[in-house]
């Protein structure tokens, strides 16, 4: 199982970002990923999740609104579409699997990513 994140970047406040997941060893299809992000000196917090079946999706409730995740199986990716980003939505994200269902508590994940920066900063 690997994970890949990419895309993060310093934005302004206001703007777009898109990260991106690149998943192998294991069939996307079958298995929930979720995203995840952590802040300098603060818990790692659940941002979003996605499940292989139906494409249920669930959103912590900083970011509904805001933020989309969708995957793409074919390409062995999953997004997270981020728009009216914020200064607090600063921080490192992650992306993880092999949990047992969509949820946004971390400890469920057995396989993480290394993270991507994301800076929102005038």
């Known amino acids: 199982v690997q994970l890949v994140e990419s895309g993060g970047a310093l934005v302004q406040p206001g703007g777009s970002l898109t990260l991106s997941c690149a998943t192998s060893?294991?069939?996307?299809?079958?298995?929930?990923i979720g995203w995840f992000r952590q802040a300098p000196g603060q818990e790692r917090e659940g941002v979003s999740c996605?499940?292989?079946?139906?494409?249920?999706?669930l959103y912590a409730d900083s970011v509904k609104g805001r933020f989309t995740i969708a995957r793409d199986n074919a390409q062995n990716i999953v997004y997270l579409h981020m728009k009216s980003l914020k200064p607090e939505d600063t921080g490192v994200y992650y992306c993880?699997?092999?949990?047992?269902?969509?949820?946004?508590?971390?400890?469920?994940?057995?396989?993480w990513g290394q993270g991507t920066q994301v800076n929102v900063s005038s």
């Open positions: 060893g294991f069939p996307l299809d079958g298995y929930v």
């Open positions: 993880a699997t092999d949990g047992p269902q969509c949820s946004l508590y971390a400890p469920v994940y057995l396989s």
């Open positions: 996605i499940t292989p079946s139906d494409g249920a999706t």
